[in-house]
């Protein structure tokens, strides 16, 4: 076997064993990850449905818990409107919560003996056939002997989760469970109230890891392949030197003055071929010119090309825009269940006769960047700007389920924003919002200045309502209060005659009923950077369960020079500096904690020549947090609520930019 074979071969079984075990490790990886993520969404929502459990059925159904015949258990179970139907509609509703993770829920409460309690609910009974006989009927007693932790929560009334999957005899499946009790207090003997359990089977968790070993398996192949193709070319570039410069003195003596050999090593042949290159280095001058004036050409096409593909999208969304750039003609799709919004500023046309154009056009730019990042956050498309009328929809171009949730949410958030930057600026400003749910044509129109937008009933329907609508109010359709559910508590207006489609019946959009608090912005308080001649907003939100976040909108006295970003160092971003080269300022810790994204490297260079900017910049991305500087503006945003240790890091960047 030849030399460069042997080498090949050796590099590859190597490689190939690096990424096996890369592999393996990412499959290990994932499945811990899963488990815990699994195992913590089971215990929420175990908990919270045993929270937001209906007490007073519960109290009345159990008093009827006994050995009762098959008849009088039919009829608890179907009673129209029953306390059996009602708590089964609870447990239905805590599963779909999470339809993809959650298997079986149900209730059990304690008897005289604590090895036997019985089923209260299950929400299988009356969501499947109620005849059927392997289902855990009402009365009916279950064993618990094998199940410890169940007999645990029942006894000592504590919640409880399983750590592993436990096999259940009776009903013949392993499922992790979470245990919680109802609140309340004990009976008159000192037995827990009730549990309420959820449990996921482990078909569940095999299906996600397999997805997690598929994913492992094609990371390994690819790791392989490149281990092959990397492998050969060691083998090539290790054996062949003597060959490659023996080539370039033929080709050099053929008069061919541009050929080069690869210097791959000091010994000899390395030397020759580095004397050989010098030689030809002095004849070759006019061709390295035209080399180089070649290379920068193309780096400066590079540039601009990067530029245009910004541009694009901030013109169109980037499914349409990667569309566009294939040579796709003619861009048009049909949605048949989109949500659009319409919103108004009201009185703008007042405002605007009292109020100087520079104020006026920063008042709007304020707002549409705040309504933009909101909709960045709810996951919707904002179509364009008309004056001081704003207009977005969820379900395109990537079509989404709860679309019409997403809007809402989008809506209530709008109006609290309109609400935190009037206070903060002292102005008599509101807003009117009108939503309709249906479906749209979305296409691009026009060759030079084009524009992604839509067509149809539901838009001039969704416009109606916002132009018929009250200030500071969300005008909804019947279609969209179809489309929420019971998710969020909405107002009958009655019948409306809407211009164009005669009577409609409508309704205002008051709140969402499971949102612990408004995804909107709270009030904004004094920060240091303000110190410095910028104007500085800041607010925290806050979603449901999910932690707030905090918020600071920097308005520059004057531009600053640097347009640039600064986020958390990550996998992706590690391997995007290897391919593009990015920006490094010579401090390893600050280099290796923040990766950054910038469009003008010496500028950005020199705000970072500074250590306490260095820090300030680094503690911001350590908290999760992200900073974007873009001429007049830098945008700061962390995790929580914030503290006067973030306000002092924004201070210290908004000195550094203003000078």
């Given at each position: ?117 019985r089923f209260l609910v299950d929400a299988d009974v009356l969501a499947g056939a109620p005849d059927d006989a392997s289902l855990s009927h ?522």
């Amino acid at each position: 076997m030849r030399l460069r074979r042997k080498i090949t071969v050796a590099f590859f079984l190597v490689s190939a064993l690096v990424s096996l075990l890369l592999a393996l490790f990412l499959y290990r990886f994932v499945e811990r990850q899963l488990r815990s993520e699994l195992r913590n969404r089971l215990r929420n929502i175990a908990t919270l449905g045993a929270r937001t459990f209906d007490t007073a059925a519960y109290d009345r159904l159990r008093a009827q818990v006994g050995d009762l015949p098959p008849d009088a258990v039919a009829a608890i179970e179907r009673a129209p409107g029953g306390d059996y139907q009602r708590l089964s509609e609870q447990l239905n509703a805590i599963r779909a919560a999470e339809p993809d993770l959650i298997r079986y829920v149900y209730v059990l409460v304690p008897t005289d003996d604590p090895r036997e309690p019985r089923f209260l609910v299950d929400a299988d009974v009356l969501a499947g056939a109620p005849d059927d006989a392997s289902l855990s009927h009402f009365g009916q007693p279950y064993d618990v002997s094998d199940v410890p932790l169940l007999a645990k929560a029942l006894t000592e009334c504590s919640p409880q989760m399983e750590t592993s999957f436990v096999y259940d005899p009776e009903f013949k499946v392993h499922s992790v469970s979470a245990y919680v009790p109802l609140p309340g207090p004990r009976d008159a003997s000192g037995r827990c109230r009730g549990v309420l359990g959820v449990d996921i089977t482990d078909a569940d968790m095999r299906a996600a890891l397999g997805q997690a070993g598929s994913l492992a398996i094609k990371v390994s192949l690819a790791v392989i392949a490149l281990a092959l193709v990397v492998s050969i070319i060691m083998g090539t570039m290790l054996t062949r030197s003597v060959i490659a410069l023996s080539s370039a003195v033929k080709r050099f003596a053929d008069k061919d003055f541009a050929v080069r050999t690869q210097v791959a090593s000091k010994d000899e042949i390395g030397q020759l071929g580095a004397s050989f290159n010098a030689m030809a280095e002095t004849i070759q001058n006019h061709s390295d010119n035209l080399e180089l004036l070649v290379k920068n050409r193309t780096s400066e096409l590079e540039a601009e090309k990067q530029t245009s593909d910004r541009l694009l999208l901030n013109v169109l969304p980037a499914p349409i825009a990667t569309r566009l750039k294939q040579g796709e003609g003619v861009i048009v799709d049909r949605f048949d269940d989109v949500t659009v919004l319409f919103a108004d500023i009201v009185g703008f046309t007042a405002l605007s006769a009292r109020t100087s154009p520079e104020a006026l056009v920063a008042m709007l730019d304020e707002l549409f960047t705040r309504f933009d990042a909101l909709a960045d956050r709810h996951g919707l498309e904002k179509i364009k700007t008309i004056g001081d009328a704003y207009m977005v929809v969820a379900g395109v171009p990537e079509q989404t389920f709860d679309h019409a949730v997403r809007m809402a949410r989008m809506s209530l958030d709008m109006l609290a924003t309109l609400a935190d930057y009037a206070t903060t600026h002292a102005v008599e400003l509101t807003i009117r919002i009108g939503i309709h749910s249906g479906p749209v044509v979305a296409g691009v129109i026009g060759r030079n200045k084009f524009i992604y937008d839509l067509w149809g009933d539901t838009v001039n329907t969704a416009s109606r309502m916002e132009s018929h609508g009250l200030p500071s109010r969300v005008h909804v359709t019947e279609a969209t209060v179809a489309a929420l559910g019971d998710a969020f508590e909405c107002e009958s207006r009655g019948l409306v005659d809407v211009k164009g489609k005669g009577p409609m019946t409508t309704f205002f959009l008051v709140r969402e009923r499971d949102r612990d608090a408004m995804s909107a912005p709270m009030p904004t308080r004094a920060s240091p950077a303000a110190a410095f001649g910028a104007t500085v907003a800041r607010a925290t939100t806050a979603a449901g369960l999910a932690a707030p976040t905090t918020t600071w909108t920097v308005t520059l006295p004057r531009p600053s020079s640097v347009v640039a970003s600064f986020t958390r160092e990550g996998l992706g971003h590690k391997l995007k500096k290897i391919v593009m080269k990015e920006l490094q300022t010579g401090d390893k810790t600050f280099d290796d904690a923040v990766f950054i994204a910038t469009d003008t490297p010496v500028e950005t260079a020199a705000l970072l020549a500074t250590a306490e900017v260095r820090v300030a910049i680094a503690g911001i991305v350590s908290a999760g947090g992200v900073v974007a500087i873009d001429a007049r503006r830098m945008t700061i945003e962390v995790a929580g609520a914030g503290s006067d240790d973030d306000d002092a890091r924004v201070a210290v960047v908004t000195r550094a930019l203003i000078g």
